[in-house]
């Protein structure tokens, strides 16, 4: 039950996601992207164990203190594959899978900002990607959306609108009010966009859907 979209941007970085999980047989809504040892990062997985990865992560980095991004991706590296051994024979095949999406700036406090998709222990360096059960649905838009050369204020509103997108009708497993983090290159300040913003997005997303019909002249 999610759907996280990590961009890089002419400027920097987007890390956004929806609220929507699932506790037991309840639903609930909270954030899914943290901010991290000066970085932000959402993953994906069965609530249990998500939660256990942050609480592992938010110790290691305690103990560890990573002094550039390369380590804090290093430390994420070993936790998400511990995890995975972990649970692996005791759940379901694929269950046990943690998938995340990490972004900060090279040194931390200073340099250009990047994103590192991460599973199966391994991580790579991405420029856009979509993760979670609501995914191919947000990859479908976002392909038509996603500019790199787009400023990171730019590409926050795209971030909340293929969300919103995608949110509820489309993908039951996803919902709630999008959250969207940003990372400007050299600015180790992390900024949320505005809830106004957001709505004005999450209201695009709804009336492009409900003029479809009407923009595609059927």
């Known amino acids: 039950m999610t759907l996280i979209i990590g961009a890089e941007c002419q400027d920097g970085i987007v890390l956004g996601s929806d609220r929507k999980l699932r ?14 040892g000066n970085s932000i990062i959402g993953c994906v997985g069965l609530t249990g164990i998500r939660d256990d990865f942050l609480l592992i992560m938010r ?72 993760i979670g059960h609501g995914s191919p649905y947000a990859t479908s838009i976002s392909k038509f959306l996603y500019e790199r050369d787009a400023s990171v204020e730019e590409m926050s509103k795209m971030v909340a609108f293929t969300i919103s997108w995608v949110a509820e009708d489309i993908d039951a497993s996803v919902g709630g009010k999008p959250q969207v983090l940003m990372l400007k290159n050299e600015n180790p300040s992390i900024e949320a966009l505005e809830d106004n913003i957001i709505e004005e997005m999450e209201e695009k997303a709804k009336e492009m859907k409900q003029n479809l019909k009407n923009i595609l002249k059927f």
């Open 59 to 130: 110790s290691e980095i305690a103990r560890i203190r990573p002094r550039s991004l390369y380590e804090l991706k290093i430390i994420v590296e070993d936790v998400v594959n511990d995890l995975s051994d972990r649970y692996r024979g005791r759940l379901s095949p694929g269950e046990e899978q943690i998938e995340a999406i990490l972004g900060g700036l090279e040194h931390l406090n200073s340099g250009n900002a990047k994103l590192y998709h991460i599973i199966g222990g391994y991580a790579e360096s991405i420029r856009f990607l979509c």
């Open 23 to 36: 506790r037991g047989e309840e639903v609930d809504y909270e954030d899914k992207i943290f901010e991290m």
